[in-house]
């Protein structure tokens, strides 16, 4: 037994170094083994080995992932409940301009949705947000810190799950996270007790001693979350966090991610339509580089429900017969009997509708504004910005993730 534990220590001692160097590759974590990029000029830091750092006292605390004293003076002045302030965020690469303007606020208890088609710019933005890529103009404040001037301190306010986990599965969930907890910078006093506290909440407590590589996906994204919030940030960010999951496992991540919503503030980057409706308070539609929508989900909803009416007749007419009696409108049909009518710009069809309702005894029973599905709206307002650029003769070819 003694040998098997012997060995068994060497191979976690032996991916301990992996995985550091892995996840801060990715930016996962406040760690000063990767130096971040920077969008201005600032003092250039010297590269120091985990080795080498335990033997340094001052700079090493400098360093950690727990603020200064003055940082947490920063964040006290700040507002206490906007979590996390993006302004103007910017990413060219050579000519192309990957991410143009993006600004973003986030406060306690709100979970923001990050739409986008493939090539818009949601990992770009994301990338910048967690400190991972330096903006080439713009900034980004955690709680009241500022993530290029003191980017070890503003990202242990952060909690990351990247669209694929950085999990290793040849552990346990209880040595992964405690592995996690570590290089986050818990002290030992509190590590055992912020390994219970994600793995309950991440409806984990079961599995603690179960090897990662033979748990479900479903329950190997759930590590991941537990990961991104077992030091209990401000600020937690999940990209893509149900792909690949089946119905009944994408229901228990979101409920999951709404969970996450009342105590922490949430990003989710997704480009799953009804995921952004059923979880987020916000949303923020991110095409070509460039917002092209930010507003409540209702706002989204309601986008076009003001330029369109649902129409529900008992003796509906053939579609050509209603069409022709709301001119200039469009008109689709919804479902028997229903239908949307869309009008143009400036037009109001609901007199048309009645009038010719009552002249052709079509039994109008109920009118009321369309609200558009987020699907509808999306396609319509990513369209309309290829339209434009096209009428503008800059028709660009976003190449960004």
């Not at 890529?133 to 242990?156: M, R, W, Y």
């Not at 390994?195 to 590589?213: E, N, P, T, W």
Request: aromatic share 4%.
């Amino acid at each position: 037994m003694g040998e098997r534990a012997g060995r068994r220590d060497r191979t976690i001692a032996a991916l301990h170094g992996k995985f550091f160097n892995r996840a801060a590759s990715l930016g996962i974590f406040g760690s000063h083994h990767k130096r971040p990029l920077r969008s201005r000029q600032v003092p250039r830091r010297r590269h120091h080995s985990k080795v080498a750092d335990k033997g340094r006292e001052g700079p090493l605390e400098q360093r950690s992932g727990f603020p200064e004293e003055n940082e947490t003076s920063m964040s006290d002045t700040a507002s206490p409940e906007v979590t996390l302030a993006a302004v103007g965020l910017s990413r060219r690469y050579g000519n192309n301009l990957a991410v143009d303007d993006v600004s973003m606020e986030l406060k306690r208890g709100e979970i923001v949705g990050l739409l986008g088609p493939n090539g818009a710019g949601k990992t770009t933005a994301m990338k910048m947000i967690t400190g991972n890529l330096a903006p080439s103009a713009g900034s980004v404040n955690v709680c009241g810190i500022d993530l290029i001037d003191k980017p070890t301190a503003a990202k242990a306010k952060i909690g990351y799950l990247p669209e694929i986990p950085p999990l290793y599965k040849e552990l346990r969930v209880d040595e992964y996270l405690r592995l996690a907890g570590r290089l986050h910078r818990l002290p030992k006093s509190a590590l055992a007790e912020a390994v219970q506290r994600a793995k309950h909440r991440a409806g984990l407590s079961d599995m603690g001693q179960r090897l990662i590589g033979s748990l479900s996906k479903g329950y190997q994204q759930r590590v991941g979350i537990a990961q991104a919030i077992i030091h209990d940030p401000d600020v937690v960010i999940l990209d893509e966090p149900t792909v690949g999951l089946d119905p009944n496992q994408i229901r228990e991540i979101r409920s999951l991610i709404r969970e996450l919503g009342d105590q922490h503030s949430v990003i989710l980057s997704t480009h799953i339509l009804p995921e952004v409706e059923a979880i987020c308070d916000r949303v923020q539609i991110l095409h070509r580089g460039k917002v092209v929508f930010a507003d409540a989900i209702a706002g989204l909803r309601a986008f076009r429900g003001g330029h369109s009416l649902e129409v529900s007749l008992r003796r509906p007419p053939q579609l050509e017969q209603l069409a022709q009696a709301v001119q200039p409108a469009q008109v689709e049909q919804v479902s028997d009997g229903v239908f949307r009518v869309i009008a143009a710009q400036g037009q109001d069809p609901t007199d048309q509708l009645l009038r010719a309702s009552l002249e052709r005894d079509w039994g109008l029973y109920q009118l009321s504004p369309a609200q558009a599905s987020v699907e509808e709206v999306f396609v319509h307002l990513t369209r309309q910005d290829e339209a434009d650029a096209s009428v503008a003769g800059n028709p660009s070819s976003e190449t960004a993730a």
